[in-house]
């Protein structure tokens, strides 16, 4: 959900609950406007994290010679380089089945997890994807 709509509902949800803690605190009962206050503050913070976390991004180029990955926020915090030619794309699945699978690109003894964000569906399918576009590369 964009931060707009986050901060709409949150409005919503805020006006609501101290619109019904006022109330109970003109009928004498004080401590619900404290508790809907810290209610409201607590899920302020848990949008704020949700929305952050949600702008996480994942860059992957793949040029000639090296694929790119880029990691970050607004702006990429984390880049690391691939040698193309000796890339692996390793989709580890998990023991247990409640626990997700991991992708790795591994190069020269480097590796690093992408993808950690999606589901087990679009994992496989962004596996499948770089493959095939790693493989596409190699043969031009």
Known sequence: MPWRQQVFLFSIIAAF???IGVGFFMQGLTLI?????????????ALYISAWRGGRKEIIKIARYKVTVEVGY???HTIKEFD???LQI??????NPWYPSKLFLRSHGKQ?????????E?????????KQSVKTVINT
């Open 17 to 19: 609950s101290l619109g």
């Open 33 to 45: 406007l404290p508790f809907a206050g810290f209610e409201l503050t607590a899920l302020a913070i």
């Open 74 to 76: 607004s702006e990429p």
């Open 84 to 86: 193309r030619a000796w």
């Open 90 to 95: 390793v989709l580890i699945k998990s023991r």
């Open 112 to 120: 690093m997890e992408v993808g950690k964000f999606l589901n087990e």
């Open 122 to 130: 679009e994992r496989k399918a962004l596996s499948i994807t770089l």
